[in-house]
């Protein structure tokens, strides 16, 4: 019989052990080997079989022993110290407190999934897996990050198998009592809410929850409340599931929402408000529509027109897109967001419909006018915006040319930080006690770097097998629960005991599978991967893991071809997929492989962090030349599939790259890895191991990404923001600026140039002089840049590398024309061209061409 209802019952601990909740209440133990070994100590059994679960670990522990543990002046002794330690993380001064001067008080992180930890499942993949890293490298560092999402009652889903390979999905509600968060609370004790209000409807109410990461903590807000009727509570039911409208109302009330959350929660705790707000990928994109609403309807402060709030909203708003595919962008019918910011009933009112339409309108060549395109919103409600490798944000120049089509694709204001992994998260505790006992100190990462040649290779590759071992067993443990799932008696399956090897090089490829990964990229010669597999002296197994969007049938076939192929008898022990891949999966997952793979189509892995993960824990990249891999690949920390861009043929292009992937692991990777010394080691392979920790181990942390961000984008957003916001005046001045600029542009044209000392041959050294005249309009000298661009001139006269030389003001006449002059000495031989062109110029814009005008010689 179906219960009616179902809540979690938390336990009530004696006074002495309260501090286990403290710990448990706080996601800092994800990260924390130390206090989870206080939770281990509490009841080993419990603790493996609750699935390392804190809070689901205290709701199992029966009375008796809490009492005994009570009574157990060690364990007591060894709790204090935990909880000691903790609140020191929490209060003391870290390097954003001891290092960053008039950064942002408080920074608003906009994501829509997070991925923390496995007991806390909200996230699909490599976006909520980012922002989970941000979230604790922020506070491992003291930024002070205040991050917002939703809490889904379903997750993503979980992932089974059917008998014959089909991905099958299912979604298990998650209680929240009974999740390691915590309810905001009204000073009268009730539940803290924001609401929305929506077309035809009551208004969509929301709870916030908070998580506790570290010192940062993330809002979620969850729409399963009493009162709102069963579309609304269904609003929050799972991760990128639903139609159109279902995902709008989803990122309505994230943007929306969100920013409301945020003023609740400093409304409820004093904590700063947010100076700088960060939206993760385009889907928190209606955060700057909420802003926009708070300034032109403000109670109790001054009422801004639309366009001074909009450059009150930009200066203070960071866009980073991860969508390297135009599929990957959400674009809404234009009807259905014109019906939810309707005047008199729209989400948020006092924001002109027609602005709001503008704001996401594919209005550029090639644009689709029915739609409206959040990421498109986020780049016009951002001053500053970035990719997320230095390939990714050359990509997304190309994507979104359009919306500043009057410059080249490399002046598109689009800049790049390239992502970065949690170390503490995703590195092998075995290899931290290794790095220690050489003197590397946990919390200073530069100190394992400064060691890495001091571990005796012995000890290094003791610890690897360890590791391979521990991820075969763990593998072999997921591999029967898959096949019980899929049907098969106990009696069929005696042959996983012996899957896997612990001695055998282990490749990993785990990841989400849309088409573009080429999850079966391995498989198109598949007689040519069992000899790899099944060679007699130099076996190769693989392990396998990703999920298919449930929508995505395509998807689901790639899956199915390679568990069918896993399937077979003959190769079984070599090769396995593994269903539901997640972070508890993950994390032994890379420690356990000697190589990563990732062949996707370039250009289209925007980053790909899977590999950096693998990289920390000694292992070595097999990767396309995309994403990060192209960016940090140096020729001796990995390996580079050759990439056969270009090709008209996709099937030509697989079986090329396919090719290219067997004979790099057939004549370069496995012959390495078995080529042992007298004591069992293999000491090039170890050269490269020690290369790969030393080159990209400070490179591919988490930290280096979050200080990156504050010195490039949160510390000038702010200044920029401070200078505007102060009195608004300053964004009163630049909106009315910028209307004057875009008014008079038509008038303004380069008429003539002139230039002089370089002859009729000119020799390197030679000083070029150039003299421009232009007509100005309306608009003064100090409105604008007269630009010379010089550098190499291609066949068809197009500057490559161009270099950009401001000419200064040299004299004026009347009708509002002017000249300006400057020289550049030739410093290299060759073909040498230049041009003239005319920008707009103010203090407060972060890109020449954030305007989107140019005039031209």
């Known amino acids: 019989m179906r219960a009616i209802r179902r809540f979690t019952v938390r336990p009530v601990l004696p006074a002495p052990l309260a501090a286990l909740g403290t710990l448990a209440g706080n996601l800092r133990w994800s990260w924390h080997p130390p206090t989870q070994d206080v939770f281990a100590a509490v009841d080993p059994d419990l603790w493996e079989s609750t699935g390392r679960d804190p809070v689901r670990l205290l709701g199992a522990v029966g009375r008796t022993r809490f009492e005994e543990l009570a009574a157990d002046q060690a364990f007591l002794a060894r709790l204090a110290e935990a909880e000691a330690d903790l609140q020191r993380y929490l209060t003391e001064d870290r390097w954003y407190q001891r290092t960053v001067a008039g950064g942002p008080r408080a920074i608003g992180y906009f994501s829509p999934e997070f991925g923390i930890t496995a007991v806390l499942p909200q996230y699909s993949g490599g976006l909520g897996i980012l922002a989970g890293d941000h979230l604790k490298a922020a506070s491992d560092l003291g930024v002070p990050i205040v991050g917002v999402g939703l809490l889904y009652k379903h997750g993503y889903f979980k992932q089974s198998l059917s008998r014959d390979g089909w991905q099958q999905e299912t979604y298990p509600v998650l209680d929240p009592d009974g999740l390691p968060i915590s309810a905001l609370r009204e000073a009268d004790g009730s539940p803290a809410t924001v609401s929305i209000a929506l077309p035809g409807g009551p208004d969509l109410v929301a709870r916030i929850w908070v998580a506790s990461v570290g010192r940062v903590p993330l809002l979620m807000l969850d729409t399963d409340v009493e009162g709102n009727p069963d579309h609304y509570v269904d609003v929050t039911d799972r991760l990128y599931g639903g139609n159109s409208e279902h995902r709008l109302r989803q990122e309505l009330l994230l943007g929306v929402g969100g920013v409301r959350a945020l003023r609740v929660y400093s409304r409820i705790t004093g904590t700063p408000a947010p100076e700088v707000f960060h939206t993760n990928e385009g889907h928190a994109g209606f955060l700057g529509l909420e802003r926009i609403r708070e300034l032109t309807v403000a109670e109790g402060g001054p009422r801004l027109d639309f366009e001074t709030a909009l450059e009150v909203g930009r200066a203070s708003t960071v866009f980073t897109t991860h969508t390297p595919v135009p599929a990957g962008i959400d674009r809404f019918p234009r009807t259905l967001v014109e019906q939810y910011f309707a005047e008199g009933s729209g989400v948020t009112p006092g924001v002109p419909v027609d602005r709001v339409l503008a704001l996401g309108a594919e209005d550029y060549e090639g644009g689709d006018p029915s739609v409206f395109n959040m990421a498109v919103m986020g780049f016009r409600l951002a001053q500053r915006a970035n990719g997320v490798s230095l ?438 031989s060759g073909p040498f061209g230049y041009t003239v062109r005319v920008v707009p110029r103010n203090g407060h814009l972060a890109s020449y061409a954030e305007l989107g005008v140019v005039a031209t010689a």
């Open 391 to 828: 390939l990714h944000g050359h990509v997304s120049r190309g994507m979104f040319n359009g919306l500043w089509p009057a410059f080249d694709e490399a002046e598109v204001p689009i800049g790049s930080i390239t992502n970065g992994v949690h170390a503490p998260t995703w590195v092998a505790r075995e290899l931290f006690e290794l790095a220690e006992k050489e003197g590397a100190v946990f919390h200073d990462p530069d100190s394992f770097w400064a060691i890495v040649d001091k571990v005796p290779g012995e000890e290094v590759w003791a610890v690897k097998r360890q590791l391979r071992d521990c991820l075969v067993r763990d593998a072999r443990r997921r591999l029967r629960r898959s096949w019980e799932k899929r049907g098969a008696a106990s009696a069929e399956l005696g042959w996983i005991d012996d899957a896997l090897s612990p001695d055998v090089l282990t490749i990993g490829f785990a990841r989400r599978v849309p088409s573009y990964k080429r999850l079966t990229l391995m498989l198109r010669d598949p007689a040519r991967l069992k000899r790899l597999l099944l060679d007699p002296e130099r076996p190769v197994q693989l392990v396998i893991a990703g999920k298919s969007h449930p929508a995505d049938d395509g998807g689901k076939r790639l899956i199915q071809e390679m568990v069918r192929f896993a399937d077979d008898p003959e190769v079984r022990h070599r090769i396995v997929f593994l269903p539901n891949y997640d972070i508890a999966m993950a994390q032994p997952l890379y420690p356990g492989c000697d190589v990563w793979l990732n062949n996707p189509l370039r250009p289209y892995e925007a980053c790909g962090t899977s590999g950096m993960k693998a990289a920390l824990n000694g292992g070595l990249n097999l990767s396309i030349l995309d994403g990060w891999w192209d960016e940090w690949y140096d020729g001796q920390n990995g390996w580079a599939i050759p990439s056969a861009d270009g090709l008209d043929d996709p099937d030509r292009r697989d079986d090329l790259e396919a090719a290219s992937l067997y004979d790099l692991i057939e004549n370069e990777i496995a012959p390495r890895f078995y080529d042992i010394d007298d004591d069992g080691v293999p000491t090039r392979w170890l050269e490269m191991l020690r290369h790969t920790l030393k080159s990209l181990g400070p490179k591919v942390l988490a930290t280096r990404m979050v200080r990156d961000y504050v010195h490039q984008l949160y510390g000038p957003a702010t200044e920029n923001a401070r200078s505007l916001n102060d009195d608004y005046d300053g964004a009163r001045e630049l909106a009315a600026w910028k209307q004057r600029v875009k008014a008079a542009w038509p008038q303004v044209r380069v008429e003539h140039v002139e230039s002089s000392g370089v002859g009729d041959a000119p020799e390197v050294g030679a000083v070029l002089s150039v003299r421009a005249f232009v007509a100005l309009g309306d608009l003064s000298p100090e409105d604008v840049d007269v630009q010379l661009l010089h550098g190499r001139a291609d066949a068809e006269d197009l500057l490559t590398d161009a270099t950009c030389t401001v000419l200064g003001l040299t004299e004026s006449y009347e009708g509002g024309r002017h000249s300006f002059a400057g020289e550049v000495t030739l410093d290299q």
